[in-house]
């Protein structure tokens, strides 16, 4: 009895052996898989920008080429202008043109922009090459000789032609329309009791 009693203990305590064995090999590849080397100087690391192309606005179906609109906002706010063109970022091409209402050639968001039923036929106009690279100011500060008696910088000759021949190509135009000059040349208003979403353009 004593030597079988012996041997079982014996048996029992190699399966004891064994399985502490087997749970402290599983345990150290457990923590060999955790553990990790880091250098001593941090690599940067490449970040990937999320952010999407924003792809221009589609133009409104009221907005044609030539119809007279009405500017909501910036320093020519309330002027009347005739739309060119719709350029590569979505925003408008607009003239006064200048020689009628001093509205140079600008770009406006179609957001700040009523659109009238007035338009005139510009398909005889030779617009010119004008994209939004022309509106970019340039950082780099003008020389004294570059500079107007303001204190303000000079316009680029390239600009002022594309306004001249703009102007006299359209300015005809206008004063062909009975009371379109006089239309033009007036400033957008609201009195007491007026409101635009119940008016008609």
Not at 110 to 136: G, L, M, N
Not at 152 to 158: G, Y
Request: hydrophobic residues 35%.
């Amino acid at each position: 009895m004593v030597s079988k009693s012996r041997d079982v203990r014996r048996k029992l305590k190699e399966q004891a052996a064994k399985k502490q064995a087997q749970s402290t090999g599983m345990s150290d590849k457990v923590t060999k898989a955790k553990r990790k080397w880091y250098p001593a100087d941090d690599k940067p690391r490449k970040r990937t920008s999320r952010r999407k192309v924003q792809k221009p606005s589609k133009l409104r179906a009221s907005i044609t080429p030539g119809t007279v609109l009405i500017l909501l906002s910036g320093r020519f706010r309330g002027k009347r202008v005739i739309f060119l063109k719709q350029l590569a970022s979505g925003l408008l091409l607009i003239t006064g043109p200048f020689a009628l209402n001093g509205v140079p050639l600008r770009r406006v968001n179609q957001r700040y922009v009523i659109a009238t039923t007035t338009k005139i036929d510009i398909q005889s106009v030779e617009i010119p090459s004008v994209d939004d690279s022309w509106f970019k100011k340039n950082k780099k500060k003008p020389k004294s000789d570059e500079m107007t008696d303001t204190g303000k910088s000079k316009l680029p000759e390239s600009f002022l032609n594309a306004q001249k021949s703009l102007d006299s190509q359209l300015v005809p135009l206008v004063k062909q329309v009975p009371f379109l000059k006089s239309y033009l040349c007036s400033r957008f208003s609201l009195s007491y009791g007026q409101f635009p979403h119940e008016m008609r353009f």
